[in-house]
């Protein structure tokens, strides 16, 4: 999941513009050297079976937080909205929001949202 949410963003020109490369998994930025717009991926949890016909598990459930950190709240803003237009609208993905904060001491503004996704097994042709 991690793999196919990173593809459906960084195909995107705004994303793109305001992100660039500072795309990550599991590794937040170090609020020491701070400057520009961050994404995190962190997996809340392993992906959950789920929906079943005759016995056999038919979907996984998978959970991702995606955490927006930046030094400018209407960047942060803007990529958010654009992140959960990519996700959301354009994927299917459901959402639920979290914190909106900002760090006084660092400067930093941060937004968490976590978006899942219901798969279909690959190999159900095959059962």
Known sequence: MLDYMYSLLIADDVINQYVGNRIKFYEYPSTGDFSGTYVVFDPIDTDQIGDYADGIYLTEDSL?????????????DLVAKRIRKILVDDNGFSETTGPDEWDKETKIFRIARRYGMKEYREDLDSL
């Open 64 to 76: 991702v937080q995606v955490d927006i950190w930046s030094d400018n709240r209407k960047t942060r």
